[in-house]
């Protein structure tokens, strides 16, 4: 499913980023389509998210070229990787990330928790605020919550709230950090459902970190396997569900044995049990 | 493995200065925030409110307390001379030029300061810090500076109050215990404290103290590492490492103070 780049809000250019010796990404080369819902999911420690912070300048590549295109085609593009704080600043007023907790601040309302976005980058006036913010939470479900801190909501609703906020500003790219981690049936199906709705209704370019097969596959437009800082498959997700590549098998089958081990690395069985064996 | 390698002498060393440019490049930037300051003061006066409140208590009851050991420590020393009437002279000469501004500014550390780091340490375990970031706030801006203006305009505050609070507790041992007699216990006190070299060196102490307080403070929760035993490790460390450099800029100020 090859896409013409212009097509693409985001790319990634064989882009390399570690932490000290350890490659996260090696030499990654992949496309986030406009105006579509795209999952990335892997492995655990797989660097999904590490794909996030780079999107959103918060890390830099060691090598290789992050682009942020231009809100229509053809302007200007952004390489993430070599802003500065004001053209970073810029680029982030065109992103919302919903963080995989919410991260809600903890000493404000949920009304001035959406709210702040629009404080900090707009001079609008207290009335309009006011409208926007219960318009958004109004998307989310919550407008009757907006009085709530948020030590006294549910991590469904604070993650619902952290959507409100993310998108106050009307942003172009979404980007959603495990938004089904550790919650329940119903409000799993309720935030797949918003995140393919707001994308749909708003407009917006979306990009799901996940590990949840089933919700993830059911709203995804695309999907991206990362595996060992590498591309292991992409493309719709039918073509991934049917891939022929034995480490993809196995992680949308959820199978136990595979390329992925469930064994950490050891010495072998008989010399850790055999008698005299150290410890 | 019971021997260091000169290697990590020097990884020790390296790390040691690079933490010490970020805490220079962090305290630069904190002082360049000066100017969002004035343009947002709201967040600066709720800061002060905050602390403010958090600290008035604490500072009060202790303050009276160290004022009626001053009154009894100093009328023992004093009698022995003869000149128990400069009672109230010793009581505010002590207050307002040491015991204020350092006793405010080691219980700001320990009752304010902590609640500092643990607050910015938690926002940064909650990806707050992250958040606001992405949002295209700087956290520095927005989160630490308020507050540490605010540190730096409460700590002179609390450090009057201090001061006033304690010469109240002096006068409540002194002249309502003792008897020592009012008129030359104030009017001694009167003539004795000059506005500039006692009561304004005590300003300049408090002021820099407070500096140095919320600064550390807000370095250690900044750079907490983002689980919960890193944001105890940085409340404790903000006690020690504010007290310690409390207690050794007040040497050195006291020193500068009596070579001027």
Redesign the interface.
């Known amino acids: 499913m090859a896409e013409h780049p212009s097509d693409s809000l985001v790319e990634l250019q064989d882009l390399s980023f570690g932490y000290g010796e350890r490659l996260i990404l090696d030499g990654v080369t992949l496309s986030i389509p406009r105006g579509k819902v795209t999952a990335l999911m892997g492995a655990s420690g797989g660097g999904k998210t590490t794909v996030l912070r780079l999107i959103g300048g918060q890390y830099r590549a060691q090598k290789g070229k992050l682009l942020l295109h231009g809100a229509q085609q053809g302007q200007d593009m952004q390489d993430m990787g070599l802003a500065n704080a004001q053209q970073l600043y810029t680029a982030r007023r065109r992103m919302g990330m919903l963080f995989q907790f919410g991260a809600l601040f903890t000493d404000l309302s949920v009304f001035d928790n959406v709210a702040f976005p629009l404080r900090e980058h707009t001079n609008l006036s207290p009335a309009l605020v006011r409208d926007i913010v219960l318009m958004k939470l109004n998307a989310v479900g919550l407008r009757g919550a907006r009085d709530l801190m948020p030590a006294e909501i549910s991590g469904g609703m604070a993650r619902r709230v952290a959507l409100a906020r993310a998108i106050a500003l009307d942003p172009e790219l979404v980007m959603y950090d495990e938004p089904f981690a550790g919650l329940d049936p119903i409000s799993l199906g309720t935030a797949a459902r918003l995140i393919r709705q707001l994308n749909d209704t708003m407009g917006l370019t979306s990009v799901i970190v996940s590990h949840d097969l089933e919700e993830t596959f059911h709203i995804a437009d695309k999907v991206i396997i990362l595996a060992n800082g590498k591309i292991a498959a992409q493309g719709t997700p039918d073509e991934v569900r049917h891939s022929t590549d034995p480490l993809v098998h196995q992680f949308v089958n959820a199978l136990p044995e595979g390329p992925v081990r469930f064994h950490y690395p050891a010495a072998s069985v008989d010399a850790d049990f055999s008698a005299g064996a150290g410890r | 493995m019971s021997w260091y390698h000169p290697a990590d002498v020097g990884l020790a060393v390296r790390s040691k200065l690079a933490d010490l440019g970020y805490s220079a490049r962090l305290f630069g930037r904190l002082l360049a925030s000066v100017g969002t300051v004035v343009r947002r003061p709201g967040l600066v006066r709720d800061q002060i409110h905050f602390m403010g409140n958090y600290s008035l208590a604490i500072i009060a009851v202790s303050g009276i307390f160290v004022g009626f050991v001053l009154g009894l420590q100093g009328y023992y020393t004093l009698q022995r001379y003869g000149s128990s009437e400069a009672l109230g002279l010793l009581v505010a000469l002590s207050l307002v030029r040491e015991l204020g501004p350092v006793i405010t500014a080691l219980l700001f550390a320990g009752r304010a300061g902590t609640s500092l780091t643990a607050e910015i340490g ?2 940064k375990a ?3 810090l ?9 956290p520095v801006q ?1 989160i630490l500076a308020p507050r540490f203006w605010g540190a730096v305009i409460a700590m002179p505050l609390l450090a009057a109050v201090f001061s006033a609070v304690g010469i109240l507790g002096g006068w409540v041992v002194g002249v309502l215990m003792i008897g020592i007699d009012a008129g030359s216990f104030w009017s001694q006190m009167q003539g004795g404290v000059d506005v500039w070299l006692d009561v304004g060196n005590g300003v300049l102490k408090s002021v820099v103290f407070g500096f140095a307080v919320s600064f550390i403070a807000l370095l250690q929760g900044y750079e907490a590492q983002p689980t919960p035993e890193g944001v105890a490790h940085a409340t404790t460390r903000t006690v020690v490492v504010a007290s310690l450099t409390v207690l050794g800029l007040d040497f050195v100020l006291t020193a500068m103070m009596f070579s001027i």
């Open positions: 938690l926002m909650g990806e707050q992250s958040a606001m970031e992405m949002m295209a706030v700087d927005r």
